[in-house]
């Protein structure tokens, strides 16, 4: 019979105890030289070591082989968070458990870049935690992440969050910016994805929400405070300094940070979002750690008042744009096409998605896009025909040399010295005429 392995590892070892004076039966000294547990070497003892099985005292191999490159590569880029890089690692086929990842991890942090974290103190007495009720508050906030598409590019966003504090469930959109306008159009998209509107929003003192306040006095953005009076719910500003009382949201935020976008890859803004609304989805489906219940679950018992029809938020959900000379309206960073026979100076537009609608004032369509991302300028149909016939080109106005003038003092003029300049004037007229001709 051909021996295994461990059969040469516990032969040698009686050799050596041989060689010793000891002896070498003894299953004590046996397990200390081999590493095999006792039990085993007892129950083989009795059949002289033969039918050893082949494994016995060889370490089962980690289910992280052939992942470890995968893991270092992670946390030299800075992507430390477990739950992130378990993610990928599922995706690549691994599968262990989270645990098994997080022991690799800790071994191995010594490969992330030198990161410094300060903390501060509280100044004062945090108070007392309360609990909120049924349909009673969202809880709103900011935040700017850096994040890379998939091109590498560097891109600086700004997160929207929203989440219901008595269920924990969020929601998650990225802007370009944080201007009021996109502040409304994310209230309006987080309170469609929540079911409705609830008695009241917490949130900053944003200067999209109150311009100043002096203790119970606030002195709300005008145009804020008729976006509340339309939808019915009211405000509570948290005391400066004092985010923590809006707790939920803020570690929201910062989950966002160390969870969704370590490691994501994008191809452009609606592509982020999209990503967002399913990592939502997910998240609210499971349960909350800190509130012991499945978002979605608890969430389905709440009552809110029902959004208004869109014709009502049209003018929040499209934000007005300034038309430029060349028929053109910019917007987060690309710049989409008007008809020509469009004569307002200003027009509205909407971007669901990958597609881009601009509106009149009243309503009307003026132009539709569906966007590949690969473009700055978007052009539409006859953006510059007029009814009928295409005009005629009309030549531009000559330019008209001009001679600089100093008049330092000290320096001689034109004026000074008797210089003739109207030839200049002749030379320009002559030129006009020629090309009229």
Not at 103 to 125: D, E, G, W
Not at 272 to 288: F, I, P, R
């Amino acid at each position: 019979m051909k021996r295994s392995d461990v059969q040469i590892i516990v032969s040698q070892a009686q050799e050596e105890l041989k060689k010793l004076g000891k002896d070498p039966w003894n299953i004590s000294l046996l397990s200390r030289m081999t590493g095999i547990s006792r039990p085993t070497l007892r129950k083989c003892k009795k059949e002289g070591f033969v039918h050893i099985h082949g494994n016995t005292g060889k370490k089962r191999p980690s289910k992280l082989r052939g992942y470890q490159k995968m893991i270092d590569e992670l946390l030299v880029k800075g992507i430390s968070n477990s739950e992130v890089i378990f993610t990928k690692l599922k995706k690549a086929g691994y599968r262990g458990g989270l645990t098994t990842v997080k022991v690799y991890i800790s071994k191995n942090r010594h490969l992330c870049p030198n990161t410094v974290r300060t903390f501060k103190a509280a100044k004062t007495n945090r108070g007392r935690r309360y609990q909120l009720g049924a349909g009673d508050c969202f809880q709103m906030d900011w935040g700017f992440v850096n994040t890379l598409d998939n091109l590498g590019r560097l891109q600086r966003l700004a997160c929207f969050v929203m989440v219901c504090g008595h269920c924990g469930k969020r929601y998650v959109e990225f802007f370009t910016n944080a201007r009021q306008e996109n502040l409304f159009i994310g209230m309006i998209h987080g309170f469609s994805y929540l079911g409705g509107i609830p008695k009241r929003i917490m949130t900053d003192n944003m200067k999209s929400v109150c311009l100043s306040r002096s203790g119970s006095i606030i002195n709300w953005n005008g145009k804020y405070r008729d976006f509340m009076l339309l939808l019915g719910f009211s405000t509570t500003l948290n005391k400066p300094y004092h985010a923590f009382t809006k707790g939920r949201v803020e570690r929201l935020v910062r989950h966002v940070k160390d969870n969704f976008v370590p490691g994501r890859e994008y191809t452009h803004l609606g592509d982020l979002n999209g990503q967002a609304l399913q990592w939502c989805n997910e998240k609210n489906a499971v349960e909350h750690r800190g509130l012991h219940c499945i978002p979605n679950e608890r969430h389905a018992g709440e009552s809110f008042t029902i959004l208004p029809d869109d014709k009502i938020l049209f003018p929040y959900l499209a934000p007005e744009r300034h038309i430029s000379f060349d028929g053109m309206v910019t917007y987060e960073g690309y710049r989409y096409g008007i008809p020509i026979t469009y004569q307002r100076k200003t027009a509205r537009i909407q971007r669901e998605g990958s597609q881009v609608m601009l509106y009149s004032h009243e309503g009307e369509v003026l132009s539709s896009f569906s966007l590949d991302w690969a473009n700055r300028d978007y052009y539409c149909d006859n953006q510059w025909d007029l009814p009928g016939n295409q005009p005629e080109e009309q030549p531009c106005q000559p330019p008209r040399p001009m001679m600089m003038r100093q008049y330092s003092p000290g320096l001689a003029t034109a004026e000074s010295e008797g210089i003739d300049l109207s030839i200049y004037d002749r030379i320009v007229l002559k030129a006009g005429g020629a090309q009229d001709a």
